[in-house]
């Protein structure tokens, strides 16, 4: 079935460790996204990637990097992992770089990460 | 700043209809789109408005004011399945996308 596979789906970090989270997709879509989910707040985008080798900050990209070496992969990477960092972290995909036409975001299950 | 407003939970009953308001505050607009999540999963795309007027797609409608700011979802015939959070999101001037926190739907029997 086509989509966006996220690994972990769970994860539980000691604070200062460094953890990547994986996404992959199949759909060929350009734009790729990091969202984190926090209780009582909306989706806040980290880092997003409109083309394979292109990178752009979104919202709260501090503390995170990413990396778009090919179509498929977007992994999200915890340099020094911190409390503050727990949430439930979506990996989201569209077939345009933004627009109206692009239509909708397609969303991976997520990885809820616990740092203590 | 930019601003979506919706309601943080709304309780509805089983075979009724309920509407879900969305207001927004952002700088310019290129379409709202709506999102359901059920509890632990991903969200799912509903649908899009970019015109002002309704759009009907089954038991689900939305409809958009751009001169008012204002969304809103309309669910009908409600079925227990229809529990869970309906997030409204703006597109903004630079394409970027502005989400709410969500509205929290609890359909009771």
């Known amino acids: 079935i086509a989509g966006i596979t996220q690994a972990p789906t769970s994860q539980i970090l000691a604070a200062g460790r460094r953890m990547t989270l994986r996404c992959t997709q199949d759909?060929?879509?350009?734009?790729m996204y990091w969202y984190r989910q926090d209780l009582g707040l909306g989706l806040r985008l980290i880092h997003y990637s409109n083309t394979a080798g292109t990178t752009g900050k979104g919202e709260v990209p501090d503390g995170y990097s990413v990396s778009r070496a090919n179509t498929d992969d977007f992994p999200l990477t915890l340099a020094s992992a911190v409390p503050s960092q727990t949430s439930v972290y979506f990996c989201?995909?569209?077939?345009?770089?933004?627009?109206?036409?692009?239509?909708?975001?397609?969303f991976g299950e997520g990885s809820r990460l616990t740092v203590l | 700043g930019q601003n979506i407003d919706q309601p943080t939970e709304m309780t509805a009953t089983e075979g009724a209809i309920v509407q879900i308001n969305c207001t927004y505050q952002t700088s310019g607009f290129n379409g709202l789109f709506w999102y359901q999540q059920h509890a632990g999963e991903a969200p799912t795309f509903l649908s899009y408005n970019v015109l002002d007027g309704l759009e009907e797609k089954g038991r689900f409608s939305s409809f958009l004011s751009r001169s008012k700011g204002y969304s809103y979802l309309l669910l009908k015939e409600l079925q227990m399945k229809d529990s869970a959070s309906y997030l409204c999101?703006?597109?903004?001037?630079?394409?970027?996308?502005?989400w709410g926190a969500g509205t929290k739907l609890i359909i009771k029997p």
């Open positions: 999101a703006v597109l903004d001037s630079n394409y970027q996308l502005i």
């Open positions: 759909m060929r879509h350009n734009a």
């Open positions: 989201a995909s569209s077939d345009g770089a933004g627009g109206p036409d692009t239509g909708e975001l397609f």
